[in-house]
């Protein structure tokens, strides 16, 4: 089964000399269960791929069906609701809650969800990322490795389909590195889809596809 | 109940810019709340010193010839003295401090003096009982004018002879610069014996109520159908001062809780506009979980609505404690009437978080509005 089919996606942003083109009619399909890496020069349009995927930026031209959706053919209260459930993502800032505890930063998607607030979940998910002492505290008492591995763990938390990560250890040391790349790779062994936008040579170790993006075009598909 | 611990947490995260809010909020009520309570304190001060400038109505018999009677200072007619009656056991009337008044030029000691009668005043049936603002005068007493005063042997409790009469001096009155000062007061049925008008009166004074709506033409009409056979004459100077008076002093209150509320709104909105900027990561981010403009708007409204309501809450008190301390040293005539003003406590409650949040409602729509994947994009 596809996971992700984009067809022809085209995002064009104007500006004072013309249009820019983010993305240039993109064609991409990734299986359920493929660890996809996207590469790219700064300005490639990697992150707006991947935002474009998430349902964060609207398309110019072109369509976007993540687990046989057309996310953009549907409302914005509905594609919000739709990447609650659906898809996890990562980003190489972290952006936690500053102001709430490790445990509710990770619970906090769940809240979207209907029933109740899985805090139990939350804690076991943290527990097996090596957080369990640092529940109470707050992002800004954690190091950095610990505040990617709460958004990591916050991401899970809702067993998304897919996982989206944009350059997820731009801001650790290798070890680390290493350990976040594991943490997604546990969830592709678990059936997840994987896709990656990072330059971390680390990658290649999990990664099944890379695909490359230059000016806004998917320029070269090559296997993992 | 996640939005309200996200809020808790975050107003928690970020007491400062919360508090400068709650401390605009507090302040604006505080104003508000102090100046209803001065307000009204000062509204019924101002009342009881209008008041003491004297009855602003007068009912005449009809026919009185208006230019005689300000000649004379009374009119030469006459009317039963049963109106007094009738016309204070009327409801819904807009007049009140009914009294009755029989006056005459006589001879005296060998002056001319004004003998004036003075029925007790009566009040209108359906009006809170007050104190009376007129001279109440016993029978067998009488009020002697500054000027007749002033002849030998007029002493409190000594007696005169008022034309047959003998009356005790109760009390010889101070200068007032007017016909006063030539008048013998006495009770309206001793006047009516001296002159032999027994039941009969010849002015009725009385006081218009300067309520809304109160027109002097619907209470011309009201009495004209009460007493037919009278003239009712308006005393515009005194009406006219107690009017613009009160006028001034409920405009006053009001321009400065408009001018409190405005500053106290933008600064509202300037914090919220600015909590704004600071989360914008932190929308973003909610966004990009799946929180949608209903969640977001309610982070921020919800602050403001917390804000408003506690600060209603302790501005209320705030407010009332400083007008209870300061106020019955402002009022020396209505000082005991400084109270609470807890009818408009529940309304306070209400209006100021709604002022709150309509403040924060455009930076809670900037907040919406934001693009999140600009947002995380930014790095």
Redesign the interface.
């Known amino acids: 089964m596809t996971v992700i089919h984009l067809h022809n996606l085209t995002k064009r942003y104007r500006g004072r000399r013309g249009d820019i083109i983010a993305l240039g009619d993109v064609n991409l399909c990734v299986p359920e269960g493929e660890f996809l890496t996207i590469r790219g020069p700064s300005g490639s349009g990697k992150s707006t791929l991947l935002l474009t995927i998430a349902g964060m930026i609207h398309p110019t031209d072109g369509k976007t069906v993540v687990n046989s959706t057309d996310i953009y053919a549907v409302s914005g209260r509905q594609r919000a609701r739709f990447r609650a459930e659906n898809i996890g993502f990562v980003f190489q800032m972290f952006h936690l809650v500053p102001y709430l505890s490790v445990l509710d930063n990770v619970a906090l998607p769940t809240v979207l969800l209907p029933g109740r607030i899985r805090s139990h979940e939350a804690r076991e998910l943290l527990a097996s990322f090596g957080m369990s002492e640092r529940l109470t505290h707050k992002p800004a008492e954690l190091s950095t490795g610990e505040r990617q591995r709460t958004a990591v763990a916050r991401a899970l938390v809702n067993h998304p389909r897919l996982l989206l990560a944009d350059e997820p250890t731009g801001n650790l040391d290798p070890d680390n590195s290493a350990q976040i790349f594991e943490y997604l790779a546990d969830f592709h062994h678990q059936g997840g889809t994987v896709v990656v936008v990072t330059h971390d040579p680390l990658v290649e170790r999990y990664a099944q596809r890379t695909v490359s993006l230059a000016a806004g075009r998917l320029i070269s598909k090559e296997a993992g | 109940m996640?939005s309200l611990?996200?809020l808790l947490?975050?107003i928690?995260?970020?007491f400062p810019g919360f508090f400068l809010g709650l401390l605009a909020v507090v302040a604006a009520v505080a104003l508000y709340v102090g100046l209803e309570t001065m307000g009204r304190a000062s509204y019924r001060e101002t009342k009881r010193l209008m008041r003491n400038l004297g009855f602003n109505l007068l009912i005449v018999p009809e026919g009185t010839d208006m230019a005689d009677f300000w000649t004379a200072d009374f009119a030469s007619g006459d009317m039963p003295e049963q109106y007094v009656r009738r016309l204070a056991e009327t409801p819904g009337m807009l007049a009140d401090h009914y009294v009755a008044t029989l006056q005459k030029k006589v001879l005296w000691e060998g002056r001319e003096v004004l003998l004036t009668g003075i029925l007790p005043e009566r009040s209108a049936i359906d009006a809170r009982k007050k104190a009376p603002m007129g001279y109440s005068i016993a029978r067998g007493e009488c009020y002697v004018g500054y000027a007749i005063a002033k002849s030998p042997g007029i002493e409190p409790g000594k007696t005169i002879n008022v034309l047959g009469k003998d009356l005790t001096v109760a009390r010889r009155l101070l200068e007032d610069g007017s016909k006063q000062d030539i008048r013998i007061y006495a009770h309206l049925h001793d006047v009516q014996d001296i002159l032999d008008m027994k039941g009969r009166i010849n002015a009725i004074e009385a006081l218009h109520c300067l309520c809304a709506g109160a027109s002097l033409p619907d209470l011309k009409q009201q009495i004209a159908k009460v007493l037919p056979g009278t003239h009712v004459t308006e005393l515009r100077d005194i009406a006219a001062a107690r009017s613009e008076t009160r006028k001034m002093v409920e405009q006053h209150v009001e321009l400065i809780v408009a001018v409190v509320l405005v500053v106290c709104a933008a600064w509202i909105a300037f914090l919220a506009l600015l909590n704004v900027r600071e989360r914008r990561?932190?929308i973003?981010?909610?966004?990009?979980?799946?929180?949608?403009?209903g969640h977001i708007a309610a982070l921020f409204l919800g602050r403001a609505i917390l804000m408003g309501l506690l600060g209603a809450l302790a501005g209320f008190f705030v407010g009332t404690a400083v007008a209870m301390h300061y106020g019955p040293d402002m009022f020396k005539l209505t000082f005991s009437a400084v109270r609470p003003p807890y009818d408009i406590f529940i309304p306070t409650l209400l209006v100021a978080p709604l002022i709150a949040a309509l403040a924060a409602m455009l930076p809670a729509v900037i907040a919406i509005s934001q693009d999140?994947?600009v947002v995380?994009?930014e790095?």
């Open positions: 996640w611990r996200l947490r975050e928690g995260h970020r990561q932190e973003g981010i909610l966004r990009a979980l799946g929180f949608g403009s999140p994947a995380l994009r790095e």
